[in-house]
């Protein structure tokens, strides 16, 4: 599975990385078990620093998300069919949620629309996770 | 006899000059003449034009090598072989130099990069299968050094003492040594080595990363890189045989017609022949897995990022964050080393070592007044 990053964003790479595979597992391109290219594979495949990849790394681990061993490498963790998101996760993931929000609705966004979206989203994932194991399909018989 | 070696040169300086001239059509378009170039601009008057003035620089290369080879030709056969043929590729260099720099400073003064979205791109899950070395293609050329190995077994009795080692550029044989087991099978053996060496340089192709292209589709991406992967993994296998099939004939013709230099000569036209298929299909089929990249039609898609910075005269690369030690040709089919990673300076100092050692050798010599 393949992800791009902008690298002239004012979002650091690592951040982008991380943000990539999160929605990549959203969207069920990536499933608990798939095997992660190594730190090392990964910054020779994007021509960036091998730190920046690492952090990025570091980041899913610390989530939880990904998993890292000696013997077999970076492995997804975890999905959204995984056991449920524990109590803390979600407390601060409100926290961050609430802060978001506050953005668009100071801006001006109507709540409605802002409802909408939020819903467009949620389904966005959901019909992805429909699509891809075909991709996955297509994606494995290339190798 | 001595009009084969004309007729020889004049191949070689011929081959050489199609092989830069159809270089640019083995690149991808976003990247005429190694310069990096968003996918709306490829087919400005600017690029077009450079790359038209590139051929013709390859084309007036390839005029003044006829012309120094006919010149030296009558008096000095030997130079004649290949000074002209290191000029044509000097000059066409030298066109590839200055070809590109008005798409430079187009790219710079219209700013071409400016509100262009750029992407990088790379395949995260581990690859579980790179391309398969070429394993038909090495039992081939295996298969017929072992059959020449076997012939000369069958034939040692009647093969000719002192056997011939060496052949001229008339084909006509030079040095011998007295018929030895070495003397006999030394070629066949050497020729053994070299498919070894296309065999470990195909494992190196599936170390060497095929960075995924911004602008196709995920699937459509990965289908690229693996073809590209697998056109040039079989373009080894492919050498590999027509190194065994050369080889097997210059032994045969050392057991069989020691003095028959019209066997050489066939050899030599037979191996120059099959250099060209193998190159021309490769070039066919490669050009068909590079020319639809980022195409006009593809518009809207983001583009690779400008990494002009990275390519020192566009042709050395040097990224000091970038871990690979191999990363693929700007300009041309394969791959070269990045001098900004540990694996790469390493590469270039022993490089260095390696040519100072051998011109200080050279002059030692020349000095010391060894013959050659």
Redesign the interface.
Known sequence: ????????SEVALYQQLRD??VE?IAEGR?VPG?????V???????????ATVNKGYELLRHEGLIRTNQKS?SVVARGPDSSEASAEFVDAWVLRLRTLLAEAIAQGVPSAQLLGLVQQGIGGFAEARTVSPS?RV??ES?? | MSLFVLWYALVMVTVVTAVTFILPALVRPTLPLGVSVPHDRVEMPVVRAAIRQYRRVVVAAWAVGVALTLVLFPSFPATASIVPLLLTLAIAMLGYTLSRRPILRAKEEGRWYEDV?????????????PARPPLVWLTVAVVILLVAIAVGVEAYPTIADPTPLHWNATGQADAYAPKSVWSVFGTVLIGLGVVALLFACSFLVRLA?L??V?GDT??E???RT?LRHRLLTSLLGQLAVVVAVQIGWLAAAGWFAPDGSETIMAGVIVLILLVLVVLVTFAVRYRHAVASWSAPSRGGR?DA?D?DRFWKGGLVYV?R????VF?EKRFGVGWTVNFGSTGGKAFGIVLALVIVGGAVTAIVTSIAGYPS
């Open positions: 599975m393949q992800i791009e990053i902008d690298p002239l990539r595979v990549a990536l798939d095997q992660l290219a190594s090392r594979q990964l910054a020779a495949a994007f021509a960036i620093n091998v490498g991709v297509d994606e290339l190798r | 979205p750029v992407r990088i791109r790379a395949e995260i899950t581990a690859n579980s299968a990363p960075r995924a911004v995920p699937v991406s990965l289908r693996r983001s990022p990494d990224n964050d970038d871990p690979s990363v």
